[in-house]
């Protein structure tokens, strides 16, 4: 019988997983989930496989704002608002809020040198790279960065996590690969060449503090849906775009943007407005819930 190598067999093995999934992930299995997913299905069919996604991915069932059987598809399931008053704004001056829920993978300041680089998972990525534009190639002297992924059975809604005027949105196409544990091991680039749409927002009452906020697609993710004051807005397709509103949309502290369409994760990037204070390093986190102090310095232990 053939022993397995774990030391030469395993990278073969990963680059065979990585090819696979790359193939499989941008063809085929995206453009099926996305008709499966839109289909309108009835509800004896529909309802119990949302009982069971709901098992298998921990939704909690008390947020759900509808019962299971009103929902007509999949989709129209995974977008769902929560329950009125199940989320709580924090509105203290000088601070950042979470504009999703999901689990803080990464975070860091920025230190002044340039290229301005980001740590996540021990790789290290570009803000130029994660933006696709070259306007970030300045030193940034004061911010940092949050990494969020949204888990499967959780709210994929996201929100403004400063008050102020959204200036610009972009959408950069790119592949649609796993953002889980596994896609980043076989894909260490996903960050930056899955499909995203960058928001831009100058906050209010913050002198000189821009906020970014990348929403990132992930495997089967055909769309990134937003409303900018009243106007529709979608990331899909191979076609990039970019969008000033004129004048700039008025957003407040947690209103809500848009939503994914099945998935995935998003970087909140600021700068300005002094040392910062990273509030929740890691772990999981609500929408709302305060991440960042503005204007602070770091206290050691």
């Not at 509808?66 to 608002?81: G, I, M, T």
């Not at 680089?117 to 070259?134: P, S």
Request: proline share 8%.
């Amino acid at each position: 019988m053939r022993t397995f190598n774990l030391g030469q067999d395993l990278p073969r093995a990963m680059e065979h997983g990585r090819h696979v999934i790359q193939g499989f992930s941008e063809v085929m299995y995206s453009r099926v989930l996305d008709r499966l997913a839109e289909a309108h299905l009835p509800p004896g069919v529909l309802t119990p496989f949302l009982r069971a996604y709901c098992r298998v991915y921990d939704v909690d069932v008390a947020e759900v704002p509808s019962p299971l059987q009103d929902y007509r598809s999949f989709r129209e399931f995974f977008v769902r608002p929560v329950r009125a008053g199940m989320r709580h704004v924090d509105n203290a001056p000088a601070r950042l809020t979470s504009p999703v829920d999901a689990r803080i993978l990464a975070s860091g300041l920025f230190d002044g040198q340039t290229p301005v680089t980001m740590r996540i998972k021990g790789r290290i990525y570009t803000l130029e790279d994660l933006l696709g534009t070259r306007e970030a190639q300045g030193p940034i002297e004061s911010g940092g960065f949050v990494l969020f992924y949204l888990a499967p059975g959780g709210y994929h809604r996201f929100h403004s996590p400063v008050a102020g005027s959204l200036t610009g949105v972009a959408y950069l196409p790119g592949t649609r690969r796993p953002v889980n544990r596994i896609g980043r091991r076989l894909f260490p680039d996903v960050y930056v060449t899955n499909r995203r749409v960058v928001v831009r927002i100058r906050a209010a009452g913050e002198p000189g503090l821009d906020v970014l906020l990348v929403l990132i697609g992930a495997m089967g993710v055909g769309r990134i849906v937003m409303e900018i004051g009243g106007r529709p807005m979608i990331g899909d397709g191979d076609l990039e775009w970019r969008a000033r509103p004129d004048p700039p949309v008025t957003v407040g502290r947690g209103d809500e943007i848009g939503h994914f369409d099945l998935g995935s994760s998003a970087v909140l990037v600021w700068s300005g407005a002094g040392k910062s204070t990273i509030l929740a390093p890691d772990g999981p986190v609500k929408m709302g819930a305060p991440v960042v102090t503005l204007g602070t310095r770091r206290e050691d232990a």
